[in-house]
């Protein structure tokens, strides 16, 4: 049996920090790359084929995987976008699975990274881009939960990538906080449905992070993050409260505390406040 890691999305920012410390923490044959661009997920897998002795890795990592031999890293180019993408994600996994021969693919990890946000208010952005969106960060992440989870067992993780904005609507935010509540609320049930198998489903819900989130989000018309948490801590951390049982994920005091009040303030009193107050710049024409 080939046991394999997948991380999705993984040719940047979170992904490319999920594939590095999946593959120094966590023990299997090979961990594939799935992402839209091949160039970035070749400079990933050359870095996964490199040593990293600066890398942040959870708790007690490096006694368990960095003194063994760490999994063979290989690139899909593949867009996941909604139920072609997960049609494509399916194949690929049956027509592995057959190559490994008679007892196929056990998937030890399985993280759900791929997807984007778009920045301004639901009429002012455009509605290709945001329905791509819907496809991509809800419909994609369902479709390959379904298909991989009966390639996983005991002791398997699956990580979904949902957000802060999970906990309450946003203005200005509409459709991507909408998408990202829907990851919330699925990974939690998820969790219970498949817990009789042994595998254990985990919800990361950062805050602003420095990845390239800002500049697709904007349509370039933001550049950065603005107080964006460090990517290789943010995961690191993921990966020790998913160690330890922890079904949610959330680094930061003050991401904690946003999470925590969301329940006294009521949804479209935030909602209207946050579009009057905090306008996000986009750039439709871009």
Same mark, same amino acid.
Request: hydrophobic fraction near 45%; glycine fraction near 6%.
């Given at each position: 049996m080939k046991r394999i890691l997948i991380v999705t999305g993984a040719s940047s920012g979170l992904g490319r920090q999920f594939a590095k410390q999946l593959s120094a923490s966590r023990d299997a044959d090979e961990i594939w790359l799935i992402a839209r661009r091949n160039d970035l997920l070749q400079e990933v897998a050359q870095e996964l084929n490199a040593d990293h002795a600066d890398e942040i890795l959870p708790r007690n990592a490096r006694k368990t995987a960095v003194a063994g031999k760490r999994p063979a890293p290989r690139t899909f180019p593949l867009d996941l976008a909604g139920t072609r993408g997960v049609k494509d994600f399916a194949r690929l996994l049956a027509s592995e699975s057959e190559a490994a021969g008679p007892e196929g693919l056990r998937i030890e990890a399985l993280v759900n990274n791929a997807g984007y946000g778009t920045y301004g208010a639901f009429m002012d952005t455009d509605i290709d881009r945001?329905?791509? %969106?819907?496809?991509?960060?809800?419909?994609?992440?369902?479709?390959?939960? +379904? !298909? =991989? &989870? @009966? +390639? %996983?067992?005991e002791g398997s993780l699956l990580i979904n990538v949902?957000?802060?904005?999970?906990?309450?609507?946003?203005?200005?935010?509409?459709? !991507?906080?909408?998408?990202? =509540? !829907?990851?919330?609320?699925?990974? &939690? #049930?998820? #969790? /219970?449905?498949? /817990?009789?198998?042994? &595998?254990?489903v985990s919800t990361l819900c950062p805050g602003p992070v420095d990845t390239e989130f800002a500049r697709v989000a904007s349509n370039g018309a933001r550049k950065t993050v603005v107080d964006?948490?460090? @990517?290789?801590?943010?995961?690191? +951390?993921?990966?020790?409260?998913?160690?330890?049982?922890?079904?949610?994920?959330? %680094? #930061?005091?003050? *991401?904690?505390?946003? #999470?925590? %009040?969301? $329940?006294?303030?009521? $949804? !479209?009193?935030? =909602?209207? *406040?946050?579009?009057?107050?905090?306008?996000?710049?986009?750039n439709p024409k871009a």
């Open positions: 945001q329905l791509e %969106m819907v496809e991509l960060n809800s419909v994609s992440l369902t479709g390959i939960c +379904h !298909y =991989a &989870i @009966p +390639h %996983m067992g949902a957000s802060l904005a999970s906990f309450i609507p946003l203005g200005n935010f509409a459709v !991507y906080g909408a998408t990202k =509540a !829907y990851v919330l609320s699925f990974s &939690i #049930a998820l #969790a /219970a449905e498949i /817990a009789d198998r042994g &595998i254990f964006g948490k460090d @990517p290789r801590k943010v995961v690191a +951390h993921c990966l020790s409260r998913s160690a330890k049982g922890k079904r949610i994920s959330i %680094m #930061a005091p003050k *991401w904690k505390f946003k #999470a925590f %009040m969301s $329940r006294f303030v009521g $949804r !479209y009193f935030f =909602a209207r *406040w946050s579009f009057i107050h905090e306008k996000r710049p986009s």
